[in-house]
């Protein structure tokens, strides 16, 4: 691997950002450089302990002909990073590709299923591709319980319950906005719909139980499992044996709980080993989880309490 990413530069779209550092470790871990950054906001002294000498901009037209003139120079950055709010994703993506840069794009890598035929055109016409993080088909938790269940070839019962606790800001941001987020569902929930199919196998039919500003909760019928889902990003929710904890995650097959707490800060360095060596994922892997959370967005609330995640049940009584 180090030969193949010893000349290998990038770019930074949305360095500013809550998950960029895990993008700026990963660039420094596959031996890149990283030629600039861009963010409207300026708060981003964290790239001196990566990147110091990277150019950074706060306005798109600078930070767009920067590139420029290095293209004229030297070619085009290998890739592009997009690390951006959910709904700059799609414009960003299309941009790096006529640009002339591959594209590794964090998730959601679109809000709705129809722009992933828009980029894949784009794809076409420039020649270089779009690669999303799509961090837990990495996790050899994961990846161990999916050689489980394709050895098994039975159903299981699946639940899901993810609770990271945010404060009132998260509502005033763009994340509160349904039409720049996705929702809740889709800001803090796509990368286990994901998950869930690449288990479990495609998604058969689609339930929705609660959709709010802080929460949601359904019904999956995957191919190989029934899964009932819970969501949240209120405090409230958590479990009170969790003490100051304010994230709590659990996914239970027939009951028994999978461990997976552990190793998520390496996987983004991963995310871009497979990348740089030609194996990330494309536009088709991400599109299943991407039209599940679209459905979750409009499908009418329709409460099967057979069917309903148990945290729910217990909201309800």
Not at 98 to 105: D, E
Not at 122 to 128: A, F, L, N, R, Y
Not at 175 to 189: E, F, L, P, Y
Request: charged letters at 25%.
């Amino acid at each position: 691997m180090r030969s193949q990413t010893l000349s290998n530069k990038f770019a930074l779209m949305g360095v500013a950002g809550y998950i960029a550092p895990r993008h700026l470790a990963a660039i420094r871990h596959v031996e890149g450089m990283l030629e600039a950054a861009f963010d409207p906001r300026d708060s981003v002294g964290v790239m001196d302990s990566y990147f110091p000498n990277a150019q950074f901009f706060v306005d798109f037209e600078r930070f767009s002909a920067y590139l420029d003139k290095l293209k004229k120079v030297s070619g085009p950055v290998d890739y592009i990073g997009v690390c951006s709010p959910n709904f700059l994703h799609e414009p960003q993506s299309r941009f790096a590709l006529r640009y002339g840069s591959n594209v590794i794009c964090e998730k959601p890598l679109v809000l709705n299923p129809e722009d992933i035929d828009g980029l894949a055109a784009v794809e076409t016409e420039s020649g270089k591709k779009i690669f999303t993080i799509l961090q837990l088909r990495l996790h050899d938790a994961i990846l161990a319980v999916k050689r489980r269940v394709e050895s098994e070839k039975r159903r299981y019962q699946v639940d899901l319950c993810y609770i990271t606790s945010r404060g009132q800001w998260y509502h005033e941001s763009w994340k509160g906005d349904d039409r720049k987020s996705g929702g809740v569902a889709t800001n803090i929930g796509v990368h286990f719909f994901d998950m869930l199919s690449f288990i479990f196998g495609g998604v058969k039919s689609n339930e929705v139980h609660l959709r709010e500003a802080s929460r949601a909760a359904g019904f999956l019928e995957c191919e190989r499992a029934d899964v009932r889902w819970f969501l949240s990003i209120d405090a409230n929710d958590l479990p009170p044996s969790l003490g100051s904890k304010r994230t709590y995650r659990s996914i239970k097959m027939d009951g028994d709980e999978i461990e997976f707490s552990e190793g998520f800060t390496e996987l983004h360095n991963r995310s871009y080993e497979e990348i740089v060596a030609g194996r990330g994922f494309t536009l088709e892997d991400v599109r299943p989880s991407i039209e599940v959370v679209t459905q979750i967005r409009h499908l009418p609330i329709k409460l099967r309490p057979d069917r309903a995640h148990a945290l729910l049940k217990a909201r309800l009584l």
